[in-house]
C-alpha cells in the first residue's frame, strides 16, 4: 500500500502525519488514528495500518504535539486538554478529512470524545479502544488493580512511592509487572509496541496524567464527562479487553450513557487488543465502519 508523509503547521509548530492507502474522490471514507499516553507516539497502533488494504480505506496516524516524530517543544504551558483537541481539528482540516471515521484509544478515546462533543461537520462515526469517561474512577480501579499484584511487587512500589523515588530502575521493574497484566499481555511485547512505550514524553505524560496509572496527579485528574455521553450523536464502537486496565466496569458507562454504541470485549487482551488479537481486532472494527457506511450511504463518500 503507498505510504505517504508530511507535517501539519499547529501553534508554530510542526505535527507529523502518515497516510497508509490511496485517497481518491468517491473512495471509502479514511479513518483517522488518535493514540493513547498521553506523550506516547503512535507506533503500537501499527497493526491497525493493515486496514487499508483490507477495507479499501485509507489510514491516517499522527503523532501528537510532544512526542514521537512530531515537534517537541520545551514549553509545559502547551500540555492542555485543548491543545490536543484543536490540534486534532488541525490534522483533519488540513488534510481534508471530510467525511471521517475516528478512532481513539486510551487517552485518545478522550480526545476522540471532547472533539465529538464539539459536533463537527462530517464525523461519521467513533470508535472508542480501552475508553474512560471518568479520570477519578480509573484511579480507583487502578488502585484496585495494584492491589491484586503478589505482595513482594506491591511492596516495591508503595517503598518508592514513600519515598519519592519512583524513578528508580526497582521501581521501573516492579511496574512493568503491572502493565505486563493489564497493558498488554504479550510475551515478548512486540517490537512497535515497545518502541512506542520506551519513547513516551514523560513531561507530556505527567503534566497532564500523572506519576503513574493509579496515581493521577496531573491536570485531567478530575476529568469527567459521564454524564455528557447522551450528547453524542454519532454511532459509536467500543472496544476493550477483557484484562484492560480499562475495566469492563470503566466501559460499562460508555456503553450505557452513549445513544448509538455498541461494545465488543477481546477475551484474550489486556490494554491493546489491536495488537493482542490484531486479526479480529481489525475484522471488528472494519465491519462496524461497514456497517455505518451502509445505514448512510449518501453521506459516506471522501471527498
Given at each position: 500500500m503507498p505510504v505517504t508523509e508530511g507535517t501539519v503547521p499547529h501553534l508554530g509548530h510542526r505535527t507529523w502525519y502518515r497516510i497508509v492507502g490511496t485517497r481518491r474522490p468517491g473512495a471509502k471514507p479514511p479513518l483517522l488514528v488518535v493514540n493513547g499516553g498521553p506523550g506516547c507516539p503512535h507506533d503500537y497502533l501499527d497493526d491497525l495500518a493493515a486496514l487499508a488494504q483490507e477495507t479499501g480505506r485509507a489510514l491516517v496516524f499522527y503523532d501528537q504535539l510532544g512526542c514521537g516524530?512530531?515537534?517537541h517543544p520545551d514549553d509545559p504551558a502547551l500540555w492542555t486538554l485543548d491543545t490536543f483537541v484543536a490540534e486534532l481539528a488541525a490534522v483533519r482540516e488540513a488534510l481534508g478529512l471530510d467525511p471521517v471515521h475516528l478512532l481513539g484509544h486510551s487517552w485518545g478515546s478522550q480526545l476522540a470524545l471532547e472533539y465529538a462533543f464539539t459536533r463537527p461537520h462530517g464525523l461519521?462515526?467513533?470508535v472508542l479502544a480501552g475508553p474512560i469517561a471518568s479520570a477519578p474512577a480509573?484511579?480507583?480501579?487502578?488502585?484496585?488493580l495494584k492491589e491484586?499484584?503478589?505482595?513482594?511487587v506491591r511492596a516495591v512500589l508503595d517503598r518508592h512511592e514513600a519515598a519519592g523515588t519512583t524513578d528508580d530502575p526497582e521501581?521501573?521493574?516492579a511496574t512493568m509487572a503491572f502493565y505486563a497484566r493489564w497493558l498488554c499481555r504479550l510475551d515478548p511485547w512486540p517490537a512497535h509496541v515497545m518502541r512506542a512505550f520506551t519513547n513516551i514524553s514523560r513531561d507530556v505524560y505527567e503534566t497532564l496524567w500523572g506519576g503513574t496509572e493509579w496515581q493521577l496527579t496531573g491536570t485531567l485528574r478530575d476529568w469527567e464527562v459521564t454524564g455528557r455521553l447522551g450528547e453524542i450523536d454519532v454511532p459509536v464502537l467500543l472496544t476493550s479487553g477483557r484484562h484492560d486496565?480499562?475495566?469492563?466496569d470503566l466501559v460499562r458507562p460508555l456503553a450505557e450513557g452513549i445513544p448509538d454504541a455498541t461494545w465488543t470485549l477481546f477475551e484474550r487482551s489486556a490494554h491493546?487488543?489491536?495488537a493482542e488479537e490484531p486479526e479480529r481486532y481489525?475484522?471488528?472494527v472494519g465491519a462496524f465502519l461497514a456497517d455505518v457506511e451502509a445505514r448512510a450511504p449518501t453521506v459516506a463518500r471522501a471527498a
Open positions: 516524530r512530531s515537534d461519521l462515526s467513533l480509573y484511579q480507583a480501579e487502578t488502585r484496585r491484586t499484584l503478589p505482595e513482594d521501581y521501573d521493574e486496565v480499562a475495566t469492563p491493546l487488543p489491536s481489525r475484522q471488528v
